[in-house]
């Protein structure tokens, strides 16, 4: 029997009775480790879950020399696929799209257009990863922007979000869409059948908010989403009810998440410092350090890593790139999570559904 | 020699050799609380500030009331302004300006245009507070939009950060306005010439952010503010550099204080959650707890709490709803500041020089 399947505190159990197999094309010279990060998460992934298979996509010779120094051997499980460049953390999304075709980001989104993959995770830089995996897979048909989604720790467990930072300018029709596709992606991975879904806006009264948002509202209203209504920022993490979905314009979004980076950063600090105070509050701070590992691990950001991108004919998980192994490792985990549940097939059918009931209103 | 006026980590003696007298109006009524907290606060700043003098504004029986029950007795230094009104936490900003023109928030601001006041605290309503503000005191000419400022604990002391929600959408323009407004009310309060100006973006790189945001930066480049660039939500309480103001449109800065907000709370829980789990770590809890409140103290919300509305003629400080009496204090604490420091007088001069450059460049 495998370990279950953890992401954040969702918790799958692979049924392995039919053992389907899984295979995970992983961008293994991206983000800000490259290899050594990436393929000891890999391996670990392996090991945990014994119906995968990984496709290590880079630089044949360095990841050979990475795999033989780890003594680990999973057979035809993982493979290497050769790819002789790599994109930068910082090089512009048109440059790479043009001039990086062997680029190890490039080739492993391939493998998923061509079937050798079901799902791509990269750590690399996000621009050129949702370039790429734009021009490569291609749009589902009537889905007119893809959209970054990712999960938020709250005091109710979690939180999906999107759009974290893909589109600068929404219309409404561009949030409903957001709110369509986010909703099959919740359905599911949370096995929840009417995921909450609401509206990041500045405050839950009717006349709050921008013109874009006003409208995507009424488009919600009239929808079969179980829209609940405006939510504000809080509700990320701490709303006064539990939402399953949030739905933002990517500026939006991305301020917010970083935002709540940022709290995350400066509370941590203000913690550290009052327990590094004098030699009697690091005493204390020994005394307690058990119940601040707990603390810390119920917030852990790395838990919560990967985002993945909605709109798209093909999965590709975005990690963080400054992924630590725990952090790369949860990524490759919500890519088996989304391949398992049939994401982009529930998600394209039901933009079908939506169009052709729009057509026969 | 009175106590130094704190406001977050800005502490500012007040020089009591030219003994100016200080004059301010307080909403006492509004607030979830009204003048169970309104009241107690204003007597702690009278104390605390001998330079000081009060007008409550509010129904003179319910005040004279609790007055008389606080045994306080100020003199001539707290007086009461009879309001017949009140304006409701949820009522709507045009019917509040329409039909209660004897509310308590309308008399205190009243106050201030008829020059018996210099500022005005109040915890009502804010789109009531706003509009009525506007209505009243008028704008500073040149001034398209008022906009709403406010600080955050950072890792580097604090922030302010504008406009927090008073502009659902926001040109070019009116950014380069809120960040001309903004750096005068830094330099007054925070005793620094060149306040460092940095723009809310969804990245750093000149590439990114929507077409507002990026016509505000050559606006601001091109300005003789200290503008260091883009900066992204995590710089509002722990970015890379130390930011002194932080500009973004209404709606962004309003979702990136209230998830702040929200991660804030998210993130105590999680600690009182740890603490809280058996009786081991309860036991672990009362140890810490000295430490925990120092690290409480050093984020505590409540020692931000006040935000200044810009761009009117007159200074109004509008403090959290559900403010405490802590919290409300601050909020006063803060209008005693802007006073003194003279604020209002300094953004309207700086304005009226930015449109001169102009009309001569």
Request: net charge neutral; hydrophobic share 45%.
């Given at each position: 029997m495998p370990n279950p399947i953890r992401f954040g505190s969702l918790s799958i159990t692979v049924e392995s009775f039919v053992s389907v197999s899984l295979i995970i094309s992983i961008d293994a010279m991206g983000g800000d480790h490259g290899p050594e990060v990436t393929i000891p998460a890999s391996l670990d992934c392996?090991?945990?879950?014994?119906?995968?298979?990984?496709?290590?996509?880079?630089?044949?010779?360095?990841?050979?020399?990475?795999?033989?120094?780890?003594?680990?051997?999973?057979?035809?499980?993982?493979?290497?696929?050769?790819a002789s460049e790599c994109v930068g953390m910082d090089e512009s999304p048109s440059k790479a799209l043009k001039n990086k075709k062997d680029?190890?980001?490039?080739?492993?989104?391939?493998?998923?257009?061509?079937?050798?993959?079901?799902?791509?995770?990269?750590?690399?830089?996000?621009?050129?990863?949702?370039?790429?995996?734009?021009?490569?897979?291609?749009?589902?048909?009537?889905?007119?922007?893809?959209a970054i989604i990712s999960t938020l720790p709250s005091i109710y467990g979690h939180t999906h979000v999107l759009d974290l930072g893909a589109n600068v300018d929404c219309t409404a029709?561009?949030?409903?869409?957001?709110?369509?596709?986010?909703?099959?992606?919740?359905?599911?991975?949370?096995?929840?059948?009417?995921p909450k879904v609401g509206l990041l806006n500045i405050g839950e009264e009717d006349t709050k908010g921008n013109e874009q948002v006003k409208a995507a509202a009424k488009l919600l209203e009239n929808s079969t989403l179980n829209y609940i209504g405006y939510v504000e920022g809080n509700s990320l993490n701490a709303g006064p009810v539990k939402v399953d979905l949030i739905v933002a314009d990517g500026f939006v979004g991305n301020v917010a998440l970083k935002s709540i980076e940022g709290a995350a950063k400066m509370i941590g600090t203000a913690l550290k410092d009052a327990f590094n105070k004098n030699s009697m509050t690091k005493l204390v701070g020994l005394i307690?350090?058990?119940?601040?590992?707990?603390?810390k691990k119920r917030i852990d950001p790395r838990l919560y890593n990967g985002a993945s991108f909605l709109g798209l004919r093909g999965l590709v998980i975005k990690s963080h790139g400054g992924a630590d192994e725990l952090a790369f490792k949860t990524a490759i985990q919500l890519a088996e999570v989304e391949v398992k549940k049939d994401v982009i097939r529930k998600i394209s059918e039901q933009v079908q559904l939506t169009l052709a009931r729009r057509e026969s209103a």
């Open positions: 392996l090991k945990n879950n014994p119906d995968l298979k990984l496709i290590l996509v880079g630089d044949e010779t360095v990841l050979k020399q990475r795999l033989a120094q780890s003594g680990c051997d999973y057979g035809d499980r993982l493979s290497i696929q050769h680029s190890s980001m490039r080739v492993a989104i391939n493998l998923v257009r061509d079937g050798h993959a079901q799902a791509c995770v990269s750590a690399g830089n996000t621009g050129a990863l949702m370039a790429t995996a734009r021009f490569v897979l291609k749009m589902i048909p009537g889905v007119d922007r893809p029709e561009h949030l409903f869409q957001f709110a369509v596709m986010g909703t099959e992606l919740v359905k599911a991975v949370e096995n929840i059948e009417n307690a350090y058990p119940v601040l590992k707990l603390f």
